[in-house]
């Protein structure tokens, strides 16, 4: 089993930043891909950006050049630095890891962006 911790998340005006952070615990499978997912209400849950082990990564257009994600191998954690927040990036934030074709989540972190 892999546990995800997350950290960080709040509430923030328009334009401000917040840095998410997640440690994983556990039997984690090597070669794995770390990401941050988000939920809306009403929406469904999206991909907002991944990483690999060798740190190729993944953004969804929305938050391209405004996130940046990042991890440190030896501590098992990734992070997501966000700039420039909008209201529309209002929502739950779920740390995931993807390994073995198994998905593991964290419990998820409340985001807040006030216009």
């Known amino acids: 089993q892999v546990q995800l911790v997350e950290f960080g998340g709040g509430l923030v005006q328009s334009g401000g930043s917040l840095r998410l952070s997640c440690a994983a615990s556990?039997?984690?499978?090597?070669?794995?891909?770390m990401g941050w997912y988000r939920q809306a209400p009403g929406k469904e849950r999206e991909l907002v950006a991944s990483i690999g082990s060798f740190g190729g990564t993944y953004y969804t257009d929305s938050v391209k050049g405004r996130f940046t994600i990042s991890r440190d191998n030896a501590k098992n954690t990734v992070s997501l630095q966000m700039n420039s927040l909008e209201p529309e990036d209002t929502a739950v934030y779920f740390c995931?890891?993807?390994?073995?074709?198994?998905?593991?989540w964290g419990q998820g972190t409340q985001v807040t962006v006030s216009s």
């Open positions: 556990g039997n984690i499978f090597s070669g794995n891909t």
């Open positions: 995931n890891l993807v390994g073995g074709r198994i998905y593991y």
